[in-house]
């Protein structure tokens, strides 16, 4: 027996004395004032700190499943509670029921689960008020995520939800207060320790459903309340949608032989659809400079060994914010980062790409198991983010400005659900050039006509994907009333190579292939719909829309005059330029062929259109010349047989380059952060 003092002694009964045992030392408890043992002291407390570390990994793992499902759209989340439930055509019906029954699935599932968990290591600890201090640590992490999303996502809706966790969160702050008052023995000896446990949970589940579930509730109120009278601001808004690396040939509305963009086609039917449009450039940084600034790569030189947009350009976001646009823009390419110069003018400006630390650490382990494999595209997000950016300044009363760039087309190419004739094994022999294009210059990665059919129908898929996803944000502006007062424009920056002239992705030429794109201008109050067989160039949208909206022009020195919509637009060539860019070969191939020949890809290229007449110069002598009305695949070169035509069309072009106004090349440097490096590593830009 153990006596009052800590010593030990044997009963009366007992024969044999037995020597006093050394004391055993005795703590007072820091939380409930009671003598505990030393050894079973130290057991809380780690048994306190494995709870504390497993429940923070919980919350954030939780915390990440909430970011994939809830700031998806809301069509998604909605198609996942008509699976559940199996009535689509009664939510179909009613949206907001649908959201609502949404909302409580998930806060539902959320509850039960931490109830589990918590009571579990609750249990574990064997001491319900020590879980406490596990309990604090993990809101503040939970209340820290919160501000963070907020903030990355500035909106009316975000900081409902701030105000609403912080007065939840002050609840829960007074609940544990009231747990550390209360004894152990309190809670050993009442039922009213797992009542107090449930009650807890659920104001954390109800905080963290507030915060990260208002602005879906805020939206919601906004679209269904019947008072709501949206009523168009005066001056038209602007969507400028450009789909990264679609070539204008598989399109449906611009020629192409199957059914790739029904609902594209849908909208063009209204539109003015130009099935001659070329861009300035045939990648995207030179590209995207020329669309935002009006100007050629060789006067904004942003191009291949600089990727900067300098400051002292004028953007399209710049001269629509100061004629009282709001502009926003998403992008899913990192090379238009912030630190490139692409933000300029942008009110908000989000790089989609950049997702937190855990998430991004998260789908890199998970990847290639359950199924589930990374993507380098975020269209639902993107266009989730966008849907609710416009929900929320629906009432301010301005007009805006949308640009959103979409990678869906873009290599790699992932496999969509549907593709006939594609076998496993065909996309495992594709995958390294699926993965680094450039390997196809490699003979041990030459593909096949075969293998090269298959690379096509996953670029197809990739487009049907990006038309189903483009035609579900049309609804949503003509369900919002937004789409009859709004220029939407769909293009591309670009389009793609696949074993044409033997070359792979976008690079090392000036063929259709690559400067051709799809270019639809929908506005039907001044344009009448139709198709434009003129040929036209995207470095005119800068002014072709400032016309549009009534704007009096806004020139830079040799900025490109006339619109899209004019006829002097016809009486201007069609030029564009593609800067040397070997040294990003050399860079991707150095490791596996050091031997390798780059003399064909070292060289600068221009190309003018006249006419139906393509010529294209190059740096290393190699001219070219093609009658596009008889040879429009540009596969019999006429410099040889016409020399006359060839120095006529070179002249014009030495003309135009010695017309261009006096834009200086920029000096600036970009910080580019690890997520954009990633990203563009995974691209295949960058080792």
């Given at each position: 027996?153990?006596?009052?003092?800590?010593?030990?002694?044997?009963?009366?009964?007992?024969?044999?004395?037995?020597?006093?045992?050394?004391?055993?030392?005795?703590?007072?408890?820091?939380?409930?004032?009671?003598?505990?043992?030393?050894?079973?002291?130290?057991?809380?407390?780690?048994?306190?700190?494995?709870?504390?570390?497993?429940?923070?990994?919980?919350?954030?793992?939780?915390?990440?499943?909430?970011?994939?499902?809830?700031?998806?759209?809301?069509?998604?989340?909605?198609?996942?509670?008509?699976?559940?439930?199996?009535?689509?055509?009664?939510?179909?019906?009613?949206?907001?029921?649908?959201?609502?029954?949404?909302?409580?699935?998930?806060?539902?599932?959320?509850?039960?689960?931490?109830?589990?968990?918590?009571?579990?290591?609750?249990?574990?600890?064997?001491?319900?008020?020590?879980?406490?201090?596990?309990?604090?640590?993990?809101?503040?992490?939970?209340?820290?995520?919160?501000?963070?999303?907020?903030?990355?996502?500035?909106?009316?809706?975000?900081?409902?939800?701030?105000?609403?966790?912080?007065?939840?969160?002050?609840?829960?702050?007074?609940?544990?207060?009231?747990?550390?008052?209360?004894?152990?023995?309190?809670?050993?000896?009442?039922?009213?320790?797992?009542?107090?446990?449930?009650?807890?949970?659920?104001?954390?589940?109800?905080?963290?459903?507030?915060?990260?579930?208002?602005?879906?509730?805020?939206?919601?109120?906004?679209?269904?309340?019947?008072?709501?009278?949206?009523?168009?601001?005066?001056?038209?808004?602007?969507?400028?949608?450009?789909?990264?690396?679609?070539?204008?040939?598989?399109?449906?509305c611009c020629g192409y032989e199957?059914?790739?963009?029904?609902?594209?086609?849908?909208?063009?039917?209204?539109?003015?659809?130009?099935?001659?449009?070329?861009?300035?450039?045939?990648?995207?940084?030179?590209?995207?400079?020329?669309?935002?600034?009006?100007?050629?790569?060789?006067?904004?030189?942003?191009?291949?060994?600089?990727?900067?947009?300098?400051?002292?350009?004028?953007?399209?976001?710049?001269?629509?914010?100061?004629?009282?646009y709001r502009t926003v823009g998403?992008?899913?390419?990192?090379?238009?980062?912030?630190?490139?110069?692409?933000?300029?003018?942008?009110?908000?400006?989000?790089?989609?790409?950049?997702?937190?630390?855990?998430?991004?650490?998260?789908?890199?382990?998970?990847?290639?198991?359950?199924?589930?494999?990374?993507?380098?595209?975020?269209?639902?997000?993107?266009?989730?983010?966008?849907?609710?950016?416009?929900?929320?300044?629906?009432?301010?009363?301005?007009?805006?400005?949308?640009?959103?760039?979409?990678?869906?087309?873009?290599?790699?190419?992932?496999?969509?659900?549907?593709?006939?004739?594609?076998?496993?094994?065909?996309?495992?022999?594709?995958?390294?050039?699926?993965?680094?294009?450039?390997?196809?210059?490699?003979?041990?990665?030459?593909?096949?006509?075969?293998?090269?059919?298959?690379?096509?129908?996953?670029?197809?898929?990739?487009?049907?994907?990006?038309?189903?996803?483009?035609?579900?944000?049309?609804?949503?502006?003509?369900?919002?009333?937004?789409?009859?007062?709004?220029?939407?424009?769909?293009?591309?920056?670009?389009?793609?190579?696949?074993?044409?002239?033997?070359?792979?992705?976008?690079?090392?030429?000036?063929?259709?292939?690559?400067?051709?794109?799809?270019?639809?201008?929908?506005?039907?109050?001044?344009?009448?719909?139709?198709?434009?067989?003129?040929r036209v160039s995207t470095v005119?949208?800068?002014?072709?829309?400032?016309?549009?909206?009534?704007?009096?022009?806004?020139?830079?020195?040799?900025?490109?005059?006339?619109?899209?919509?004019?006829?002097?637009?016809?009486?201007?060539?069609?030029?564009?330029?593609?800067?040397?860019?070997?040294?990003?070969?050399?860079?991707?191939?150095?490791?596996?062929?050091?031997?390798?020949?780059?003399?064909?890809?070292?060289?600068?290229?221009?190309?003018?259109?006249?006419?139906?007449?393509?010529?294209?110069?190059?740096?290393?002598?190699?001219?070219?010349?093609?009658?596009?009305?008889?040879?429009?695949?540009?596969?019999?070169?006429?410099?040889?047989?016409?020399?006359?035509?060839?120095?006529?069309?070179?002249?014009?072009?030495?003309?135009?380059?010695?017309?261009?106004?006096?834009?200086?090349?920029?000096?600036?440097?970009?910080?580019?952060?690890?997520?954009?490096?990633?990203?563009?590593?995974?691209?295949?830009?960058?080792?």
């Amino acid at each position: 027996m153990i006596s009052d003092d800590g010593r030990l002694f044997l009963s009366a009964q007992s024969r044999a004395p037995v020597p006093s045992a050394p004391p055993i030392h005795r703590q007072e408890s820091f939380l409930e004032g009671q003598p505990v043992n030393s050894h079973v002291s130290a057991r809380l407390r780690w048994g306190s700190g494995a709870a504390l570390l497993a429940q923070t990994l919980l919350i954030a793992c939780i915390l990440s499943a909430l970011e994939f499902l809830i700031f998806e759209p809301v069509a998604r989340r909605t198609a996942i509670v008509e699976w559940v439930l199996s009535k689509p055509a009664f939510f179909s019906m009613s949206p907001f029921l649908s959201q609502l029954v949404s909302f409580c699935a998930v806060s539902t599932a959320f509850l039960v689960l931490c109830c589990a968990v918590f009571l579990l290591l609750s249990s574990f600890a064997r001491t319900p008020p020590m879980t406490a201090l596990p309990a604090l640590a993990n809101l503040l992490t939970v209340f820290t995520l919160i501000a963070i999303r907020a903030y990355k996502y500035p909106s009316e809706a975000s900081r409902i939800g701030i105000f609403a966790a912080i007065c939840l969160f002050l609840a829960y702050l007074y609940l544990l207060v009231n747990r550390l008052r209360t004894s152990r023995e309190q809670f050993d000896n009442s039922s009213g320790f797992l009542p107090s446990v449930l009650l807890e949970i659920a104001i954390v589940s109800l905080m963290l459903s507030s915060a990260f579930l208002a602005p879906d509730f805020y939206s919601m109120y906004k679209r269904s309340s019947s008072a709501r009278q949206f009523e168009g601001p005066v001056s038209p808004n602007v969507i400028l949608i450009i789909m990264d690396t679609v070539r204008a040939d598989h399109i449906s509305c611009c020629g192409y032989e199957k059914s790739t963009t029904p609902h594209i086609d849908a909208i063009a039917r209204d539109s003015a659809v130009f099935l001659n449009a070329y861009s300035a450039a045939p990648w995207t940084v030179p590209s995207h400079a020329s669309i935002f600034t009006g100007l050629y790569p060789s006067q904004h030189h942003t191009d291949s060994g600089n990727v900067i947009l300098g400051e002292r350009l004028v953007t399209l976001a710049e001269s629509l914010r100061a004629s009282g646009y709001r502009t926003v823009g998403f992008t899913e390419n990192p090379f238009l980062a912030r630190a490139h110069g692409f933000s300029q003018g942008f009110d908000e400006y989000h790089e989609l790409w950049k997702r937190s630390l855990f998430i991004r650490v998260a789908a890199r382990l998970a990847n290639g198991t359950f199924g589930y494999h990374e993507t380098r595209e975020y269209t639902t997000r993107t266009f989730g983010l966008l849907q609710r950016w416009l929900v929320d300044h629906s009432r301010s009363g301005k007009p805006f400005f949308v640009f959103v760039n979409l990678m869906a087309a873009h290599l790699p190419s992932y496999p969509r659900d549907g593709i006939p004739n594609v076998t496993p094994e065909d996309l495992a022999r594709i995958e390294p050039v699926n993965l680094v294009p450039e390997r196809f210059y490699l003979e041990k990665y030459r593909l096949s006509p075969h293998e090269l059919d298959v690379m096509l129908e996953l670029y197809d898929a990739e487009i049907r994907y990006l038309d189903a996803q483009i035609g579900a944000f049309l609804s949503f502006l003509d369900a919002e009333r937004t789409l009859e007062n709004s220029i939407i424009i769909i293009t591309s920056d670009h389009g793609e190579n696949f074993g044409d002239y033997t070359l792979i992705e976008h690079q090392y030429c000036l063929y259709d292939t690559l400067i051709k794109v799809p270019l639809i201008v929908r506005f039907p109050k001044k344009l009448s719909p139709g198709l434009v067989q003129e040929r036209v160039s995207t470095v005119r949208l800068f002014s072709s829309i400032r016309e549009l909206l009534e704007l009096p022009p806004e020139l830079l020195p040799g900025q490109a005059v006339g619109s899209l919509f004019s006829d002097s637009c016809n009486a201007t060539p069609i030029i564009a330029e593609h800067a040397n860019n070997v040294d990003m070969l050399r860079g991707l191939l150095a490791s596996e062929e050091p031997d390798f020949d780059y003399s064909r890809f070292d060289a600068n290229w221009r190309c003018i259109l006249d006419g139906d007449l393509k010529f294209i110069w190059s740096s290393n002598g190699k001219h070219e010349l093609y009658d596009l009305s008889r040879d429009p695949r540009e596969l019999h070169n006429l410099a040889v047989e016409e020399p006359e035509t060839t120095r006529r069309l070179g002249r014009r072009l030495d003309e135009w380059l010695a017309g261009l106004g006096p834009v200086a090349p920029t000096t600036e440097r970009s910080i580019v952060d690890h997520a954009t490096h990633d990203e563009l590593r995974a691209l295949g830009y960058v080792q």
